[in-house]
């Protein structure tokens, strides 16, 4: 079968569709950053004994199977999203998410929380790999760096939504004890009903359904496309240039998948693994532990740790914002290559200050910030290149991949480092913990350098052919 719909769906202008494509679909990652602050957020509450009173180790035990379901939804949901298609999924993550997030709020003791928490982590999780999938496929190529780069920046809209919204909530004298916390969960679940209503207008990949043998559905659901962006253009559309050939198949069997990334894409796994492991391991790192920075080694009294979590999500999400635009006209390898550079400089001029004892808090904190203008936007773009460099029957499961070994490792790894890194009081201890972090994104940027793909402006057929265009 000969096809156009993929240089269809490039050629569009931009229009309220693709923004409602991206709200109803990018609002996982806000999710995630409310989901990972408030949890961090309310653990002292929770350890209160007017609430659960937990230990800490029931609340570590909490994260990390929250963790741990993020990792199974991610490969789990990975797999079904290539094989059963993007919509269906994205609607079972989400509902999987409202239904963790409400019990959460629900929770008696340590153990229903651990395990509402793992059901809450499954529904994010499974919510990376479909929605990452459908946001580059819908998107038109020239836009598709900075519209992902941005997304995936949004994590910090969540995170400081939660940090603000935990102000008033925990504050014993507008609400009880026990309760506050509750309704802070309840923040991701209205959002997430809201999320669901408006996903009802966003249509299935035309993209995933032409390589699965619907033709006709794909034709259909292009041309409704096409039809709401021209009547809001007031114009023709241009032309579209380029046609495929396709040999769709109802299903890819998991032996060609994997025999696709681990043989004739090996070189991109590597790559797609250094990106990833990086950048989980530099975030897992400082964000996990540097609340006990602070305390411990800058006299910062422990209720205001919570506070510099805003300057530090503003530089997260300004980073993304700023300089997205320029992974689509300077390019990708130029651009991640630099930003996981610029980083590693200037963790490496950070970590030699706070070794000499050269900084106070506010002065760590802005160089925290400026160093995650530029790691934000990195540790985006890892994301961008595991979305869109390998063949679209492996998306979603190489995605989801990535992102549970980046997680896994990152999650695992880092914190227990640097934990015990801070635990040992000593600055040249946690010296060598900054140098290591920035050690891997300097190899992160020289891997990208030698073997990075430039993707910019190109359909996502011409970044790597489809499994269904080869007989």
Sequence with gaps: MITGIPARLDRLPWSRFHLMVVVALGITWILDGLEVTMMGAVSGVLQQPGTLHLSGQEIGFAGSCYVAGAVAG????????????RRVIFFVTLAIYLGGVVLTALSWNGLSLAAFRAVTGLGIGGEYAAINSAIDELIPARLRGRINLIVNGSFWIGAAVGAAATIPLLDPRRFPVDLGWRLGFG?????????????RHVPESPRWLVTHGREHEAELVVRGIEGRVAAE?????????????VHPRRAFGFGLIVKSVAGRYRRRGILCLVLMLAQAFLYNSVFFTFGLVLTRFYRTPGEDAGLYLFPLALGNFLGPLLIGRFFDTIGRRRMIAGTFAVAALLLMLSDWLFVRDALDSEAQIALWSVIFFFASAAASSAYLTVSEIFPLETRALAIAFFYALGTAAGGIVGPWLFGRLVDSGSRIDLFYGYLLAAGLMALAAGTEAWIGIDAENKPLEAVAEPLSSRE
């Design 233 to 245: 253009a007031a114009r023709p559309l241009p032309p579209a240039h380029g046609q495929m050939a």
């Design 187 to 199: 923040i991701g679940a209205s959002l997430g009903l809201i999320i669901l209503v408006l996903r």
């Design 74 to 85: 991610a490969l789990g949901f990975g797999y079904s999203t290539d094989r059963w298609g």
